[in-house]
């Protein structure tokens, strides 16, 4: 150990107990040399010349996407690894069943195993960073460590990083630590050096959280979720025991803002489970006439009453890490026009004239590319040719969607909550929850079709709560508690619920709603209800729009089409409701009785519409 040279060149505004972290995880990690980053320009530019020479980067064609590089991730790779996702409390109760539990003894112990050395061979780099604009009340600081470049170029995009965090860390002594080593040391223990890869990562993957002290330890994997820990470990899973304890809600929510024709501005809230649509909604054109959707956030918001007692969220993020396949000028033009420069790719397809491209990207599909594990592909291949789950990383304020006040630190206030993911049958285009507790019910008991943005079976149906399933740092249940009572603080001027569905299927299998910016027709009818403008019927997931109070004007949908994104099937609902019980059942005493109550009446419900 002593036989490596470390200079500690911490900057003159580094905490005491900061450097000493510092120190220790590199007496752990061993790394060649630690770089604490600023956030400067020169230095991204340095970073980035430094893997295009490496070979992790590839420099996009100039012309056509000045400022852009494209990153090929390894197989193994490619997406979040909720098996390997652990939640170490001191009781298993505290972290639930649906959540990977470790007793955070022996996780420390198996982390300093798989740490030890880890970094060898390379830089460590010091990020120091802010959830939420600099200095908000809302907003928090954190520290991560990690050997990879790729990281610290992301995480420049994702958050504010740099000397102005490192100074707040410094003033307010209040941080958290998190510790990432994608695990592939270059220089073993008895000295025996290896070459790099393009994109190492290793076979064995933890991503671990503590929530009791609040840390983060990362190891094994370069992407997304797993390795830019101011997202999902911090900002979600972390900061959702933060907001137990202080009484606020860290949420997979979108956070968009909506003018009306006459003017009037309202926000809104949207969880879906991860690839359910949330950069799609949040940078939604409304295609009815009149409506302005604004973007404030796409993937998580932070939430807690105000001094005028209503919700008040803010986008902790400063970036996108968005799914690029089937992003095109007709899904989503707002996101594909943003990432005409400064953007990172990764795993999508090359282009021979230097650009990138992905399925559904354009109507016509190039005849040569390099695909997304670097081999020649054409339309013939039988794989795509970007992976499924390949992603663009770029600055929110690249969307020219982006609201002036994306960065109120007061954050925006909320007027409607939605819930939804992707479901073929049983779930109607929209409904209003009936009041709070309902809403909650609606949100603890969401199911949704998989996608290819977490290990798994695509299309395999599963609860996701809250689009919170992967993400909640503590027992699930307790948290639909949490929901329970931050209702009650919030009282009569709490946001409406509602809960909606644009992956409803024909009997051909075709979807039944055209989506994207058509969702705004069902978004106008909740905030006709919120503003008390329209009447609604009573049904069994909640109150339904009269056909008539749906504007459906200039769309393609015939009335069996109509009939059918609302249809309900007695059956099928009544075997949901059964199922429910015995989900809620696996919680124990954690399951809120109001939930159980709720799911009466959904029986009660049920029992009516047959009559
Ligand atoms: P994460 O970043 O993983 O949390 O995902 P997200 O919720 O932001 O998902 P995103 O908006 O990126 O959408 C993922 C996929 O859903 C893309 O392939 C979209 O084209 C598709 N999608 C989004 N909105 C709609 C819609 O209204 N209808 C249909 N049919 N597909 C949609
Ligand atoms: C998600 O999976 O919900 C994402 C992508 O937003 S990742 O950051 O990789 O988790
Ligand atoms: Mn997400």
Redesign the pocket.
Known sequence: MTTHLITFNAPAEAPADLVAWVEKVAELTLPDQVHWCDGSLEERDRLYAEMVASGTFTKLNPEKRPGCYLARSAPSDVARVESRTFICSEHPDDAGPTNNWASPAEMRETLKGVFAGSMSGRTMFVIPFSMGPLGGDISRLGVEITDSPYVVVNMRIMTRMGTPALKLIAETGDWVPAVHSVGYPLVDADGTTRDDLAWPCSDDKYITHFPETREIWSYGSGYGGNALLGKKCYALRIASVLARDEGWLAEHMLVLKITGPDGRVYHLTAA?P???????LAMLRPTIPGWRVETVG??IAWMRPGPDGRLYAINPEAGF???A??TSLK?NPTALLALDHDTIFTNVALTDDGDVWWEGMTDETPAHLIDWTGKDWTPGSPTPAAHPNSRFTVRADQASSIADDWENPAGVPIDVILFGGRRATNIPLISESYDWEHGVFVGATVASEQTA?AEGTVGALRRDPFAMLPFCGYNMADYWAHWLEVGKTLGDKAPRIFQVN??RKDTDGS?LWP??GE?SRPIEWALRRVNGEVAAIDAISGRIPAVEDLNLEGLDLSADQVAKLFAFDNDAWSAEADVTAEYFAQFGEHAPAELYAELDKLHARIEAHKG
């Open positions: 879906f991860s690839a359910c649509g949330k950069t799609n796409d993937d890490f968005g799914v396949p089937f899904t943005a644009w992956f979807y989506g994207f969702n």
